[in-house]
């Protein structure tokens, strides 16, 4: 089963006082690009997460955003100290009954005095035990992931469907370039005739030796027969590993240079309109699907 690299998932998740956001997204690339925005005060939250995506992911360009924000709004800013605030009305309290005692007269405090002493306000987040609320993220993640390889998966059938037509498609003008390089044979024979007779008309004479070599030579550089027997064998290769369930991409990128050297090759040779015009859709259909195979994983 062909995987792509390209994919998307989004989930929410909720515990510890905390809701969250996740967005998982995913483009092609050579190996395992990641690139994480977590928030940075959940102590060993990132290190956690860039293990997980590098255990569970083997290529792409991928990037990780989580969002999170309080249950309830009013824990968003800071907040009462209960023991430091019960601890420091009962020292104002002391306070005032030691003045009273010796007929002292003190000013009333306020709260904004109280809330002002330190320790009495805290920022929410800042002395926080983080653990707890890292555990209920990381264990939301398995099903962040699964979703995200489905959406892959999802990508990877319709890339497949696709490479698949473009297989067959190379697979039919394979077939008529061999064709093609039969139909030629009668003609080249000809040719050469026809040159053999010219120069048997020459006074001097000719080299039958040398015309002998020439000949083998011509007769190598214009067989296909070689470049059309590793095209097949290409094809079949190809076949295979979109059958494989394992990642291919790596493979199928090598076996794509392979196909484009053959096509090129029998270019070169091909020395005939028809066969040259066959050899030029062989090469567009192989640079398109060459650019498919880019995004497989």
């Known amino acids: 089963m062909t995987i792509s690299m390209t994919g998307f998932a989004a989930a929410r998740g909720q515990a510890a006082g905390f809701g969250w956001s996740w967005d998982l997204r995913s483009v092609n690339g050579k190996g395992l690009d990641l690139r ?60 005032e009954d030691r003045a009273a005692a010796r007929g002292l007269g003190l000013a009333p405090m306020t709260a904004a005095d109280v809330l002002g002493m330190r320790g009495i306000l805290e920022t929410a987040g800042s002395d926080e035990d983080t ?7 990381l264990a939301d993640l398995p099903g962040l992931l699964a979703d995200f390889n489905a959406s892959r998966a999802a990508e990877g059938q319709a890339l497949q469907a696709v490479i698949q037509g473009q297989l067959a498609s190379i697979t039919t003008l394979v077939a008529q370039a061999q064709a093609a390089a039969e ?29 002998a070599q020439e000949l083998a030579l011509l007769a190598v550089k214009a067989d296909v027969t070689e470049e059309i027997d590793r095209l097949r064998a290409h094809i079949a290769a190809a076949t295979a590993l979109l059958a494989d369930t394992a990642p291919v991409g790596r493979k199928f990128d090598f076996l794509m240079q392979e196909f484009l050297r053959e096509a090129n090759t029998l270019l070169s040779k091909s020395q005939d309109r028809e066969l040259t015009r066959i050899g030029l859709d062989l090469k567009t259909v192989i640079d398109q699907m060459r650019e498919q195979v880019q995004n497989v994983e």
């Open 183 to 211: 139909a030629r044979r009668p003609k080249a024979r000809e040719a050469l005739r026809e040159a053999l007779a010219r120069l048997g008309q020459n006074p001097d004479g000719y080299d039958e030796t040398r015309i």
């Open 131 to 137: 653990a707890p609320l890292a555990q209920a993220i």
């Open 36 to 95: 994480l925005r977590v928030p940075d005060w959940i102590d060993g939250l990132e290190a956690q997460l860039r293990t997980a995506l590098q255990k569970a992911l083997g290529r792409g360009n991928v990037s990780l955003s989580l969002r999170l924000s309080r249950d309830e709004v009013a824990a968003v800013g800071p907040r009462l100290n209960e023991a430091a605030l019960q601890a420091a009305l009962s020292l104002a309290a002391e306070v």
